[in-house]
């Protein structure tokens, strides 16, 4: 169930920032780091790519996560501790998944930088 709505809400942010993404280096929204704010040029690569790769690990994610749901339903009435184990590797995912935005957006940043 976490990561169901968790998905859900990540893929509408990222699609509403992939169509309006910030235009100038802040620290209050958009994808920041270190080198995504060391100039004009990867805050704008930053922003772009960030939120494509968002949309889609998230969509996809919450495709898989409705299924998830199901058997969240079936181990609720079955054992609190199975539920509870769900749910840790329901928050696992999530943060293996905003792992990957992270790396992949700073990997794209590297490659911009050396090329």
Same mark, same amino acid.
């Given at each position: 169930?976490?990561?169901?709505?968790?998905?859900?809400?990540?893929?509408?942010?990222?699609?509403?920032?992939?169509?309006?993404?910030?235009?100038?280096?802040?620290?209050?929204?958009? +994808?920041?780091?270190?080198?995504?704010?060391?100039?004009?040029?990867?805050?704008?690569?930053?922003?772009? +790519?960030?939120?494509?790769?968002?949309?889609?690990?998230?969509?996809?994610?919450?495709?898989?996560?409705?299924?998830?749901?199901?058997?969240?339903?079936?181990?609720?009435?079955?054992?609190?501790?199975?539920?509870?184990?769900?749910?840790?590797?329901?928050?696992?995912?999530?943060? +293996?998944?905003? +792992?990957?935005?992270?790396?992949?957006?700073?990997?794209?940043?590297?490659?911009?930088?050396?090329?």
């Amino acid at each position: 169930m976490i990561l169901c709505l968790s998905s859900l809400m990540l893929f509408l942010i990222a699609r509403m920032m992939e169509h309006s993404p910030e235009k100038e280096i802040n620290h209050w929204m958009g +994808y920041r780091s270190r080198q995504s704010m060391a100039s004009q040029k990867n805050w704008d690569i930053a922003q772009i +790519y960030s939120m494509k790769i968002m949309k889609n690990l998230f969509y996809r994610s919450f495709l898989i996560s409705i299924i998830l749901i199901g058997i969240d339903i079936f181990l609720i009435n079955r054992s609190e501790n199975q539920f509870l184990i769900s749910i840790t590797v329901q928050t696992a995912v999530l943060m +293996y998944l905003l +792992y990957l935005v992270f790396k992949k957006t700073e990997d794209r940043l590297k490659e911009k930088r050396d090329s």
